[in-house]
């Protein structure tokens, strides 16, 4: 089936992961501890601490620095106590956002993450604001010039919710989370190697950005929860047209 372009947004995000490298590290070693914490450090039992581990190896991350974060939320090692914490809200233009945190100030996170909202014309909400627009999902995305027969195939047979090829002829698979990993290993094991991999909330009523002034500002609350120590990720029901992201740059 026909989609909506994607590939500009997934460059976007691959971009600002590598310019961020130092703090994708912290961000990637504190959802280890956390996975680990609660589900144990055996990662062949623990499904979200595999994938946790997955995207360090993807991130280049060392495997010693791996184990330490992994033992250390087991209880292996002393660390800082953290915690999960979730916040809503809206933004510019009534785009619907969440913020998954980790922290170990709960006082200090929503201090950083109010002024984010209210300095870039958004407001944060209470919870459930706006949770109902999102489902929890996976997502495995191919580039353009991937083997489209091959991957649905393969996504069928794999349990895959949905395929959908994009006018720019990337593909994205949709997965129930508890299916994602064992999707993604089947698509490797057959030689397809996702260029992006997550489980992430996808919205389910998306805002069209077609006005570049729009999306600058949706995409500067972005830019500055992201930034932010203590998010781990924001989501949001922005669909930024590629035109305009081509013309941001």
Not at 163 to 181: G, R, Y
Request: some cysteine; glycine content about 8%.
């Amino acid at each position: 089936m026909a989609g909506h372009s994607k590939w500009a947004n997934i460059k976007r995000h691959k971009a600002k992961q590598d310019s961020k490298r130092a703090k994708l590290y912290t961000k990637l070693i504190r959802e280890i501890t956390v996975a680990a914490k609660l589900g144990g450090a055996d990662a062949d039992s623990n499904p979200r601490l595999r994938a946790a581990i997955d995207a360090a190896l993807d991130g280049n991350m060392s495997r010693d620095v791996i184990d330490r974060a992994a033992k250390r939320g087991a209880g292996g090692m002393e660390g800082e106590n953290v915690e999960e914490v979730r916040y809503e809200g809206y933004g510019p233009h009534g785009v619907a956002v969440i913020v998954d945190c980790m922290t170990n100030n709960r006082n200090r996170t929503v201090a950083e993450v109010r002024h984010a909202f209210t300095k870039c014309g958004g407001n944060l909400g209470t919870d459930g604001s706006v949770a109902y627009l999102f489902n929890k999902i996976g997502q495995i995305t191919f580039a353009p010039g991937a083997d489209e027969e091959r991957v649905m195939e393969l996504a069928l047979e794999a349990g895959a919710e949905d395929v959908i090829v994009n006018h720019d002829q990337s593909i994205e698979v949709t997965v129930k989370p508890e299916t994602f990993l064992h999707l993604k290993k089947a698509m490797q094991l057959a030689g397809l190697q996702p260029a992006h991999a997550e489980v992430t909330m996808a919205a389910t009523m998306q805002v069209s950005i077609a006005d570049k002034e729009a999306a600058e500002k949706v995409m500067r609350l972005t830019d500055m929860l992201e930034d932010l120590d203590d998010v781990q990720e924001v989501y949001t029901n922005a669909d930024v047209t590629e035109e305009v992201l081509n013309e941001i740059g």
